[in-house]
């Protein structure tokens, strides 16, 4: 018999209603934040809302993972192990975890998931982490498809790929900028996203090489047309980033990724969706109206220079069309789209601006708006803000169903109600009562009373009657059986649910590397004592407890030449001689910020070094 490969939907939540609607759009698993020491400060949960959500997903058999992904002081650690132990106990499925300190610690049995904050690129380190008890990793989102091939050649741990949502310039866990210039470390759950501002590239001698761009504002990921390719490599989870995101964007992004998916499994018989039941939507699922920056597939088949949103770090939202004329008080636009009075559209300047406005009225192809705009005809115009799908968003959006089927007999004292659903779990009931012919036939008014499931997470598939005559069954009788019907049902998928435990660790298992600078992120004696175990020999400690000098802040797959077509690899060589004018290194400025750019063309990486 082959091996049926399950297949994840991994979707945000920052709170308890996120991860309800996550589920509710068709999530196989959600991750939240703990308590504390999470990788995003700001999406803290009480343990109450965690066990509240937990009980919701194993509804449908969907999971709930709890991220306490920060590197911890030897302080917090007490403290980390407590929270551990009462997400535990509220239900988590896993834990996802950045500081390895934690695994020398009193952890209950729960499985552990490496956070994309550990770095994790190559075979040898994710051969490491399974070895040491992980269930599943992270990958680093620059892999290209190939190398998420080669590294689930050469393992058996599950591999979770980031597919959608805002990308970091560095490396995840990788990025020291906060730290060094306002003590606000993103290993801290604290990123003050330097990434996203506005920089001017100067080069040695101070010469302005280009004014304010935003340098290193990435697009966002979007990788729905990879999905088959990343399933064939051997992807497992597909992960939805924005645990800052609100509920309207965690509707629609998980709808759609829901949809993709299912299209992708559809038809292969070794693989499948790991929760239970069908969504249906009041909408129709679109990523371009929920924030985003512009979309890339990164690096996962070959670098590209449209990476970058050098205009804004904003969202622009979907193209409409171009602007036909503007009059005095309002605008006609090339386009297919319909506009609503109250969306928001945006646009670039004449001066390269980022700039928009608010439609105060659409009517008859015209759009007026209060304050005449910089829109002279042929600008692009893109609609960041859609009222209408946003209303739609607002209210009930999704219905998901675990198919089931219902089968009515006789015993020799009443009538049996038994009910299976697509997960295989059997309930059965026995109704002691007297049989009475009924005047009128009864099959059909049975049927669809027993269909009625009302707000419950089943639908009825099928019923079936084996009965051996016209039996009267008031409607109230089978309504009420049916009630109790699908109550044991749902306490038999509870008791069903079983949670992953922590897998055994190897206690020799070896780190690939004997040497750890400040980039292993080692900020307490047990994350010290793990790798001493685990072969590593010498230790650095952690930036946050000592910051080296000239230090580089962000290691970056990106690359500024690159995306200027000043790659001495491949691009042109008149553009490259022209500028050669400017003198190396490269610098990044921002006001008080000064970064220095340094190019490994070796390894095609940039590196942002510390003055």
């Known amino acids: 018999m082959s091996t049926i490969h399950s297949i994840e939907l991994l979707s945000p939540a920052k709170n308890l209603m996120c991860g309800i609607e996550a589920v509710n759009h068709g999530a196989d698993a959600v991750y939240i934040g703990a308590p504390k020491f999470s990788a995003r400060a700001d999406a803290g949960n009480t343990v109450a809302d965690i066990e509240t959500l937990a009980n919701y997903a194993h509804q449908y058999n969907a999971k709930v993972y709890v991220a306490l992904n920060t590197i911890l002081t030897d302080e917090e650690l007490p403290e980390a192990e407590k929270i551990i132990r009462q997400v535990y106990h509220a239900g988590t499925d896993a834990l ?38 992980f269930s599943q990793v992270v990958l680093a989102r620059e892999l290209s498809a190939e190398q998420i091939k080669a590294v689930a050649e050469q393992t058996t741990v599950k591999l979770e790929v980031f597919a959608h949502g805002a990308l970091c310039v560095s490396y995840s866990g990788q990025c020291y900028a906060g730290e060094a210039f306002c ?3 993103a290993n801290r759950g604290e990123c003050p996203q330097y990434c996203r501002l506005p920089y001017e590239l100067q080069d040695a001698s101070g010469k302005i090489i280009s004014p304010e761009k935003h340098f290193l504002s990435l697009k966002d990921m979007n ?13 497992s989870s597909f992960k939805i980033e924005g645990r800052l995101k609100d509920v309207d964007y965690v509707k629609n992004i998980t709808a759609f990724y829901r949809q993709k998916l299912d299209a992708a499994l559809e038809g292969k018989t070794e693989y499948r969706a790991s929760s239970s039941g069908k969504c249906r939507y009041t909408f129709v699922p679109n990523p371009e109206k929920s924030f985003n920056r512009g979309f890339t597939d990164y690096f996962l088949h070959r670098r590209k220079p449209d990476m970058v949103s050098f205009v804004t770090p904003k ?32 646009f670039l300047t004449k001066s390269g601006a980022f700039s928009g406005f608010r439609v105060n009225k659409a009517e008859d192809g015209k759009i007026f708006f209060r304050e005449k705009p910089d829109l002279p005809a042929g600008t692009s115009v893109y609609r960041n803000y859609d009222k209408e ?12 169903k675990i198919k089931t089927d219902i089968v009515l007999s006789e015993n ?34 049975i049927v669809n009373q027993l269909k009625k499931t009302g707000n419950t997470i089943f639908a009825v598939d099928t019923v079936r009657t084996e009965l051996t005559g016209n039996w009267f069954i008031p409607a109230s009788v089978s309504a009420d059986w049916r009630r109790k019907l699908i109550d044991r049902l749902i306490v038999a998928r509870k008791i069903n649910y079983r949670r992953e435990w922590r897998r055994k660790p190897d206690p020799k298992a070896v780190y690939p590397v004997s040497r750890l600078t400040y980039t292993g992120n080692v900020s307490n004696a047990k994350a ?3 790798y001493e175990k685990h072969g590593v020999t010498e230790i650095d400690p952690a930036f ?24 001495p690899k491949i691009s042109d060589k008149k553009t490259v001689q022209e500028f050669s004018r400017y003198r190396e290194p490269f610098y990044l400025v921002h006001n008080r910020i000064r970064m220095k750019l340094e190019f490994d063309c070796k390894q095609c990486e940039m590196l942002l070094k510390q003055e």
Do not use: W
Request: proline residues 6%; glycine residues 6%; negative net charge.
């Open 96 to 133: 996802i975890i950045q500081d390895m300190g934690l695994l020398e610690t009193d952890l209950p049995p729960i499985a552990l998931h490496a956070s994309t904050q550990m770095d994790i690129r190559t075979p040898e380190k994710v051969k490491f982490l399974e070895q040491t008890g």
């Open 183 to 185: 003590g606000r470390s």
């Open 223 to 235: 990788r729905s047309a990879n999905l088959n390719e990343l399933i064939e490599a051997g992807v």
């Open 315 to 346: 969202s622009i939202g979907e193209y409409i069309g171009t602007v036909k004329s503007t009059e005095r008080n309002f605008m006609t636009l090339t386009t297919k789209k319909i506009i609503h009075n109250g969306d928001g559209l945006c």
């Open 389 to 400: 799908f946003d209303a739609c968003l607002s209210a009930k959006s999704s219905e998901r």
């Open 412 to 445: 020799p004292h009443g009538f049996t109600l038994s009910a299976e659903d697509e997960d295989h779990n059997r309930v059965s009931l026995v109704f002691p009562v007297t049989k009475e012919p009924a005047d009128k036939p009864q099959q059909e008014i």
């Open 528 to 530: 010290r004592l793990f």
């Open 544 to 567: 946050e407890l000592s910051p080296p000098k000239e230090a580089t802040l962000m290691f970056a797959k990106h690359c500024i030449k690159f995306s200027l077509n000043l790659c």
